[in-house]
């Protein structure tokens, strides 16, 4: 009891002492409340029959037969097989790329090289993703270069390659890395210029290459900036945004392409099936916060860095 | 402590009572008219007596102003592209501007925004804050038009309808019984208000179809337009030498659904609920379905259609027609002018040529088409059920079947900077050079622009015969309809109850998903087709007769109406 008021006393205290620190988190803190957990009230409807025009408080409580539903759906499995896969590929081939790229790139001694190139990776990141998309979809037609190519290699006449579902995850995930390798680069490079280099230094002095550098000396001072990213990545994995998925998919492709998210959004905004959008959607983000959960308490045990 | 609750309390009291006073005043306005202007006592003592009674009194009704007050309804409505280039909103446009004048309301528009699947129509329905007058015909709605009613979304307009429409009505009676038994629901209520009627001459037509080029027909040495299925293939071979795609076709988009090409000459819908002898059956489960997947299947194979066309729009399709690396493309009449004339930027001898659908024996009759053009247009407009002015609303609707409206909304607003159309000495009224011969701007755009045509309460006879008369629409439209009906095509005007409609959805939705991914894979082939009983199978484990049943029984009270 004791123990809760001397608390409140210091944040009280804390709040007397600096007063313009606590008022300029206000509006971050507002913009929180009202544009994040305000909404999430929103997910009742996830148990309940809800008609808009009954609102909240009148909709008719249905308990957990949407997630029941969803559970014994034939496309059940399927789309939390898609949604998962895709994520983890895009973990696994995405995240050490732009790690590898700020390394590679910080050995590069032409600061003027280093600038545009650094540039240059940027950009895709700026263009909307429904053009992406539109390069995309223009790259894999079946007369274009890219197609052919596939063609003379696997020995099949040329397609579409959006229209055949084995190749979809891969130009999802590759296409993914293309526009966000540079920026995602940015954090490591802030990383990479705290190391110290004195450190460099004294391992040159140990007769350490430019490689052995690499190893030894970058990569373990950028380690807690790499763990946490991770564990961040980790918490979304579950997550696969609706709208790259929308662009790129067909029915065609649905047997790799069609995930959780974009299933939500056919279901319960298309067919306006919103609550059972919404419990599908729940269910997606209880599996995130447990991953993120799971993937924090590892890396404490592990590692001992962890985002609490 | 007690007094600060005391006076909480009276403030509370009071503002419930200002509250129940407001809603006492704005019921007490909506049953009254209006404007205390027209004087009018029969209208409240023949609200009470059978509809016949009421029309006689209706045509005081729609007096012009709609309203002296300042009566503002948000419009929930199209907003055609070519309109988007030059302005925000609908409201902007010389012909809303007019209306606004003559009517006396302020009219505000929301619109989806441009290319928008209806999912912003579905938002806008979860987020309770409706606009007043609703044009959209509420099929994704759970359980239809009619259960939005029953939940309290749209307003049951029809007392008002049958009070105040007084030009709506008037259609209607010319009309006949079978035009009110379209518009009408199972119970009475008004399923259409605010729909676009059609002059007679455009009733059962079909505006879509098969579209080639002539001057490539004629490279190839192929007299006759094909008709039959071998003619077609024909065809395609023979575009096939010349190293263009024989048929540009997107297979996930609307247009190849509801023209029905290839599957009509099997007599099933690529999609979806069509009759069999009188019967409701879903098309995929026919066994003649297995032969269009197979001929679809070899098309493909052979190179007729490509891969690309799982995937891309009707738009890329047209495109790739226009730019000449397509024989064949599937096309809306309003589109043939455009695709020649972009078509003889790159080759001068471009010139399209409409075709027949294809069938197995050249005098068979395709039944399955949903294409046809018939009285009236669906996209009806409802009130919601939040409109502060039901009446005006109506009233506001009403309006946009009165004669001088109609020719406002074909026609658009001669002004100081531009004169659209000129009436002619003989009576007749024809466009100016600025519409059909600008040079920057096409015909189509320019009608976009100047007139409003979601707005149009019946399609002008005059107008729509001068974009009509000329050969690029004529031919195919001739051609389009040869030997075709829809006589196994369940008519768009049957309703279902809200009950109905919801356990429809439930059953759908994975159905949809399901047989729009298997179908897909028999026609590239990724799937055998040995494997299409199986298919079947899993379409009637996953309740496919069920809904046959609600579609069937649907249709019944539809034909005892």
């Known amino acids: 009891m004791s123990k809760i008021k001397s608390k409140q006393n210091t944040l009280l205290t804390n709040i007397r002492q600096r007063p313009l620190l606590y008022l300029m988190a206000v509006p971050i803190v507002v913009y929180y409340v009202v544009f994040h957990y305000i909404p999430m009230l929103g997910i009742v409807i996830g148990f309940q029959n809800y008609l808009p025009a009954r609102g909240f408080f009148n909709s008719e409580w249905v308990g957990l037969d949407q997630f029941t539903r969803f559970f014994h759906s034939m496309n059940f499995e399927r789309l939390v097989r898609n949604t998962f896969l895709i994520s983890f590929y895009d973990l696994l081939f995405g995240f050490p790329v732009p790690i590898l790229f700020a390394l590679l790139l910080n050995e590069v001694k032409n600061t003027k090289f280093k600038k545009v190139t650094q540039t240059i990776t940027y950009m895709p990141h700026f263009i909307s993703l429904v053009v992406i998309c539109g390069l995309i979809y223009t790259f894999t037609k079946s007369n274009s270069p890219l197609a052919q190519l596939v063609a003379t290699l696997t ?35 802030a990383a990479l210029s705290g190391v110290d280099p004195t450190l460099y230094e004294a391992s040159y002095l140990d007769g350490a290459g430019r490689f052995q550098q690499a190893i030894h000396v970058t990569l373990p001072s950028i380690a807690p900036t790499i763990i946490i990213m991770l564990i961040l990545r980790i918490g979304s994995l579950m997550s696969v945004g609706h709208e ?40 997606n983000s209880v599996i995130n916060l447990v991953l993120v959960l799971g993937a924090n308490w590892i890396s404490r045990r592990v590692t001992e860095t962890s985002l609490w | 402590m007690k007094k600060a609750y005391r006076f909480l309390c009276i403030v509370l009291v009071m503002m419930l009572a200002w509250n129940l006073a407001a809603c006492s005043r704005s019921t007490k306005k909506s049953n009254k008219p209006s404007a205390g202007k027209f004087s009018d006592s029969a209208g409240n003592s023949g609200s009470d007596k059978t509809a016949e009674g009421k029309k006689k009194i209706s045509p005081r009704k729609n007096k012009l102003p709609i309203t002296t007050e300042n009566i503002k309804l948000v419009l929930y409505d199209g907003f055609p592209t070519g309109a988007r280039q030059i302005y925000s909103s609908m409201a902007e446009t010389d012909i809303v501007k007019k209306m606004m004048k003559e009517t006396g309301l302020q009219l505000e528009f929301v619109h989806a925004p441009e290319g928008d699947d209806g999912t912003f129509f579905n938002t806008m329905i979860a987020s309770e804050s409706l606009p007043d007058i609703l044009r959209d015909g509420f099929g994704a709605y759970p359980g239809g038009p009619m259960a939005a009613m029953d939940d309290g979304v749209l307003l049951d307009a029809t007392d008002l309808i049958d009070k105040y429409a007084y030009y709506y009505n008037g259609i209607l009676d010319q009309g006949g019984s079978e035009l009110r038994r379209r518009v009408m629901s199972d119970d009475g209520r008004y399923k259409l208000f605010g729909v676009c009627f059609l002059p007679e001459y455009l009733d059962g037509v079909r505006h879509g179809g098969f579209l080639t080029r002539q001057d490539l027909l004629d490279k190839v040495g192929i007299g006759e337009l094909p008709v039959t299925i071998e003619e077609y293939e024909k065809m395609f071979n023979a575009y096939l030498d010349l190293d263009i795609t024989p048929w540009a076709v997107a297979l996930s988009e609307w247009q190849f659904n509801d023209y029905a090409p290839v599957a009509s000459a099997y007599g099933v819908r690529y999609s979806g609920f069509q009759l069999k002898d009188g019967k409701v059956v879903y098309s995929r489960c026919l066994p003649e379905y297995k ?146 011969k600008n040079p920057e701007v096409d015909y189509e755009t320019m009608r976009q622009r100047y007139t409003f045509n979601p707005m149009q309460g019946m399609w002008d006879t005059e107008m729509e015969k001068l974009q009509y008369e000329i050969p690029q629409v004529q031919q195919p439209w001739s051609v389009w309809s040869y030997n075709t009906d829809d006589s196994d ?43 299409f009983d199986d298919f079947v199978e899993q379409l009637e484990e996953l309740g496919i007769e069920r809904a046959c049943e609600i579609h069937q029984q649907a249709y019944k009270r539809y034909l005892d109406r």
């Not at chain 2, 027609?321 to 004339?341: D, H, K």
């Not at chain 2, 100081?416 to 009436?423: A, G, I, P, V």
């Not at chain 2, 399901?514 to 055998?528: D, H, L, N, R, T």
């Open chain 1, 155 to 189: 020995g099949n006449k040329a397609e579409n390659l959006l229209s055949n579902a084995k190749y979809f995850r891969t130009i999802y995930v590759v296409s993914g890395i293309w526009q966000g390798f540079g920026w995602g680069s940015i954090i490591y490079f």
């Open chain 2, 291 to 436: 032969d269009f997947l197979r001929k679809m299947n070899e098309w493909m194979e052979k190179g007729y259609i490509s891969s690309d066309a799982f995937n891309q729009r009707t738009d890329d399709a047209g495109k790739s027609f226009q730019a000449g690396t397509a024989g064949a493309v599937l096309s809306g009449s309003w589109e043939n002018i455009t695709r020649e004339s972009v078509g003889k930027v790159t080759d001068p001898n471009f010139k399209t040529v409409g075709l027949a659908f294809p069938r197995l024996k050249e005098d068979d009759v395709l039944t399955t088409f949903s294409t046809v053009l018939s009285n009236p247009e669906m996209t009806p407009r409802y009130i919601s059920a939040d409109c502060k002015h039901p009446e005006e609303a109506v009233r506001f609707v009403d309006y946009l079947y009165k004669p001088e409206t109609m020719k406002l909304t074909a026609w658009g607003v001669n002004t100081k900077e531009h004169t659209l159309w000129k009436d002619n000495p003989d009576g007749t009224r024809s466009w100016t050079d600025f519409m059909v």
């Open chain 2, 489 to 531: 095509i369940i008519p768009k005007y049957v309703t279902r109850t809200a009950e109905e409609e919801r356990e429809l959805n439930t059953l759908m939705d994975e159905m949809d998903t399901y047989s729009g991914e298997m179908v897909q894979k028999f026609i590239a082939g990724q799937e055998p087709l040995d494997h």
């Open chain 1, 244 to 283: 790259k998925i929308i662009l790129l998919y067909s029915p065609i492709t649905y047997k790799t392409s069609d995930v959780i998210s974009s299933y939500v959004y056919r279901s319960g905004l298309r067919e306006m099936n919103y609550s059972y959008g919404t419990a599908v959607g729940l269910f």
